[in-house]
Antibody
């Protein structure tokens, strides 16, 4: 069974940093692109970032470009999201999800499955 | 404001058929596959439809997806109380180089 377990969320002050982790199991981690998607309280879904299976290709939403960095450690089956210069509008539940990204000339928005999410609150 | 446009709400009675629309542009729905997600209250989203009209294993055939031009639709037939949830469409956007979501549609089963 594929499982994704996020951790690292919490309360951080504006301008601060936080690193999220997503531990994956039940599939060959290095063979799949992985994504982060967030959901502000009471709001809809917003894609944040995606990284290819090898880690050699990354994409970011304009809203986080230059502030967030996605990475992965395939030896540990773990996905990361390093967040810096955090703003109040970054407050959200952050989900990691298997899938997304581009392969073979086509790009996909297939996020399946999703983790349970970790809450990040940016407030003073 | 979301790149893909969905109605904020939809409703139906048990047994009815309801459709949820998702409107985009040539850079997303017009040129890429559409995906639909179901989010039950208090839970993470779940993939409902992939590649516009394909159902993952375990998803009932009451759920179906379609696309025409720059718009897509999710149809739910034989509506059941457990279908009450938020539904989101998504597609890759070639101009933005990333996936975009609709704002979500809250489905109420009356």
């Amino acid at each position: 069974e594929v499982q994704l377990l996020e951790s690292g969320g919490g309360l951080v002050q504006p301008g601060g940093s936080l690193r999220l982790s997503c531990a994956a199991s039940g599939f060959t981690f290095s063979s799949y692109a992985m994504s982060w998607v967030r959901q502000a309280p009471g709001k809809g879904l917003e894609w944040v970032s995606v990284i290819s299976g090898s880690g050699g290709s990354t994409y970011y939403a304009d809203s986080v470009k230059g502030r967030f960095t996605i990475s992965r450690d395939n030896s540990k089956n773990t996905l990361y999201l390093q967040m810096s210069s955090l703003r109040a509008e970054d407050t959200a539940v952050y989900y990691c999800a298997k899938g997304g990204g581009c392969s073979g000339g086509s790009c996909y928005s297939n996020f399946d499955p999703w983790g349970q999410g970790t809450l990040v609150t940016v407030s003073s | 404001q979301s790149v893909l446009t969905q109605p904020p709400s939809a409703s139906g009675t048990p047994g009815q058929r309801v459709t949820i629309s998702c409107s985009g542009s040539s850079s997303n729905i017009g040129s890429n596959s559409v995906y639909w997600y179901q989010q039950l209250p208090g839970t993470a989203p779940k993939l409902l439809i992939y590649r516009t009209n394909q159902r993952p294993s375990g998803v009932p055939d009451r759920f179906s997806g379609s696309k025409s031009g720059t718009s897509a639709s999710l149809a739910i037939s034989g509506l059941r109380s457990e279908d009450e949830a938020d539904y989101y469409c998504a597609a890759w956007d070639d101009s933005l180089s990333g996936p975009v979501f609709g704002g979500g549609t809250k489905l109420t089963v009356l």
